[in-house]
């Protein structure tokens, strides 16, 4: 469904009429270059330059300003000073201009008066209905179209050439060196896009009109931060609905905006874990380095069939090789099974010194038998084991006897094996690499990097199984509870309560405010009993002596119950006590840790690890945005290192992993209902029980948002 937005941006991204403001016909200056690439690269739309001091540019009649113009224009790019932006944009007629690019730099990167005249910039663009990309931006490029505005150099160096990829960047610099690297690549573009400032348009925006773009097949996005989460998750969520995988490279990897508050989630939660979160959750793929962001983009546009699962089939003329692969394959999550056993004795029949198993050694045998590549891939492929085939050809690939060879097979794999992605390794010279390619294979010199970039398209299968949660989190589910007042503090019984209206299963509870009621509860009990301190100014009860398990009988509950005043009242003598949490004593189980971290820009964030005390030192968790449902809470679980433990290990039952997903979706739900209420919610730990029996929390620190706490009383 096409949007206002998406119209608005169709208008300024495919113009039909383009004014250039501050147009120069004086080589080397920012106003000459957008006119001089759209002549040079065959624009057929109207290019009309806007300067007072000049009749003709480049062959064209001028105006001196917008309100000039005869008729509408799509788009007027400013290449005019800071100063002067605003009011040359002023100029024009309200519905007259359908967008702008600001290439001028001087606004908010600059400090204080920047951020007036953007503002300013803004309000008229505001005023008139017109979008703004930039500022402080190189502009953007339809390739298919032959829309070239920019100042960028790079176009007038050699034009990449048309195709799927739509290329968006916040770093004008990188952009332009993404684009020489797509030209270098052979990669073809549909849109090249950098968005400067954002003061209206943003990535998120341009990812989500790509997503809905007709030639665009795969989004390739460089990002340095985001001020609006919703708006990037909407986006996301447009480019999986359409198919349209997202490689984006995110820098900034640390910890540095996480604020290490009473909760393990706030110390565990960086900034950086959110976006691996968001990432992860909406299938989009993170690329850690410039190589594996081209290596992706590459794979996913030249591939029109992609791995729909992690089985890789290696088959190689270098035992050596082969063995270095099959450690990549591993690292990258792919699975290597062997051939049926029929195949591998024909294999042996026909090369009796081949290694008939998966890596598959045909020896350099290739070389005087070339019918051998084909029939060992037909009979590998034959009943359907294999997801991808990766291939090492050493280099085999520059001889021109074996070339016929190696391209029949990439042109009868892609007959015999449509659903069989290939990959081929090996030194093909520049015009045989791009025949390949062409015929639907990937090339690659290095082996282990074809590896890498199979195992991270195939992750694409599980993601987009896993990444089926609500495109705009106002659609989710509502919580199970609403609590209408907060309190300014939680102690731990208050905590659990709300968690049980949250659908959370807790353990029956008793607040003792003195040690016959504690005594009273354990004796309604039908086994061991704990007893906790119960306080708002103490989050870690075991720290200060506050905890005591496996009572049994009144002297036992007596004796623990004093104790545990006693040792707190040492520990911290001004801590408020309301009593001591009299509960019975868990069943074995897997302690997990659960909580919610409110991030600035994404909201409520939830954790899921293995709890107890080495949770800080393993910081083995994985992430996610709240609202999201119990499939993927199920991925999120099966995220963690320490997953074998919960699927059971050295003789332990399974857990209730199930139960364990009920209580996070349920958690994330709650989180986001009350995401202006909590800064922070943890549970630890909540007790994994065996298989069928569920998932019970054991202890809760619920922290509050201090402006929204309204006294001491709290009601649902």
């Known amino acids: 469904m096409t949007t206002p937005s998406d119209a608005s941006l169709s208008r300024l991204f495919n113009p039909g009429s383009i004014a250039v403001v501050g147009a120069s016909a004086t080589a080397g200056k920012i106003g000459a270059m957008p006119v001089s690439l759209l002549r040079q690269h065959g624009y057929d739309g109207r290019i009309l330059p806007i300067n007072p001091r000049a009749d003709v540019i480049q062959g064209l009649p001028a105006a001196p300003d917008l309100s000039a113009l005869d008729g509408d224009v799509d788009l007027v790019i400013l290449a005019v000073p800071a ?32 951020v007036h005249m953007q503002e300013q910039l803004c309000a008229i663009a505001r005023e008139r209905g017109i979008r703004l990309l930039g500022p402080n931006c190189l502009g953007f490029m339809n390739v298919r179209r032959n829309v070239y ?60 009109w790509l997503a809905r773009d007709a030639d665009t097949r795969v989004i390739m996005a460089y990002m340095e931060g985001c001020r609006d989460g919703a708006k990037l998750r909407r986006a996301l969520a447009a ?61 996913l546009d030249t591939w029109k069939q992609r791995p729909q699962g ?29 051939p049926d056993a029929l195949a591998q004795a024909r294999l042996l029949e026909r090369v009796p010194f081949a290694g008939p198993r ?88 290095d082996p282990s990097a074809a590896i890498r970039t199979i195992g991270a398209v195939a992750n694409l299968a599980d993601k987009n199984v896993a990444g089926q949660t609500a495109a705009d989190p106002s659609d989710a589910a509502p919580a199970a509870t609403s609590i209408t007042k907060i309190f300014d503090t939680y102690n731990e019984v208050q905590a659990m309560e709300v968690l049980r209206l949250a659908g959370i299963p807790v353990p029956d509870c008793t607040l003792a405010t003195d040690a016959d009621t504690a005594v009273a509860a354990a004796a309604r009990a039908s086994g061991p009993v704990v007893l906790k301190v119960v306080s708002p100014d103490i989050l870690h009860k075991s720290d200060v002596g506050g905890v005591k398990l496996n009572l049994h009988g009144e002297d036992a509950v007596r004796r623990g119950h004093a104790a545990i ?56 968790v994985s992430f996610r945005l709240a609202p999201f449902d119990r499939t993927q809470a199920m991925a999120m679980i099966r995220e963690i290192k320490g997953y074998a433990l919960l699927q059971g290990a050295r003789g332990t039952p399974p857990c209730d992993i199930g139960a364990l997903a009920d209580a996070l979706a349920a958690l994330s739900q709650f989180a986001h209902a009350h995401r202006d209420d909590f800064s922070s919610i943890e549970i630890n730990p909540l007790l994994a029980l065996p298989e069928g029996q569920g998932a019970l929390a054991l202890d809760a620190v619920l922290i509050p948002n201090a402006a929204r706490a309204c006294g001491r009383s709290a009601s649902s």
């Open 310 to 338: 992690k089985r890789l089939g290696i088959f190689t003329i270098s035992g050596g090789v082969g063995a270095l692969m099959a450690d990549d394959a591993e690292d990258a999550g792919l699975s290597l099974p062997e």
């Open 149 to 208: 505005a920019t100042f960028s150099p790079a176009p007038a160096n050699g034009a990449v050439a048309a195709g799927g990829i739509g290329m968006v960047s916040q770093s004008g610099a990188f952009g332009a060196y993404a684009y020489c690297m797509a030209r270098d690549r052979g990669l073809g573009l549909s849109h090249w896009i950098s968005t400067g400032n954002e003061a209206d348009i943003d990535v998120a925006d341009c990812i989500e």
């Open 565 to 620: 005043l006693d040792s707190v009242r040492s520990h911290c003598p001004d801590a408020r006590i309301d009593g001591v949490l009299v509960a019975p004593m868990a069943p074995k189980g897997v302690e997990c840790i659960v909580g919610v971290h409110g991030d600035p820009v994404f909201g409520p964030v939830v954790m899921f690890g293995l709890g107890g005390v080495f949770v800080e030192v393993l910081k083995d």
């Open 83 to 114: 100063a002067h932006a605003a009011q040359a944009l002023e100029r024009a007629r309200p519905g007259q201009v359908g967008g702008a690019v600001v290439f001028t730099s001087g606004f908010s990167e600059t400090g204080a008066s920047g």
């Open 358 to 445: 998966n890596p598959i050694d045909v020896t350099g045998q290739v070389v005087s038998e070339p019918g051998l590549l084909l029939a060992t891939a037909d009979d590998m492929l034959a009943d359907g084991r294999y997801d991808a085939l990766a291939v090492f050809l050493a280099a085999a690939g520059s001889s021109d006897t074996l070339w016929p060879t190696f391209e029949t097979f990439a042109r009868e794999m892609r007959s015999h094996h449509p659903n069989v992605p290939l990959a081929i390794c090996a030194l093909f010279p520049p015009d045989r690499r791009r025949e390949l390619e062409r015929l639907g294979t990937l090339v690659f010199v």
């Open 239 to 299: 480019a999986r609905d359409a198919g349209k995988p997202v490689v984006v490279t995110k820098i900034g990897r640390t910890q540095a905006g996480a604020q290490a508050a009473a909760s393990h989630t706030a110390a565990l939660a960086g900034d950086d874990a959110v976006y691996d979160a968001l990432f992860r959750q909406y299938g989009a793929l993170r690329a850690r380095t410039i190589e594996e962001f081209f290596n992706l983009g590459y794979a």
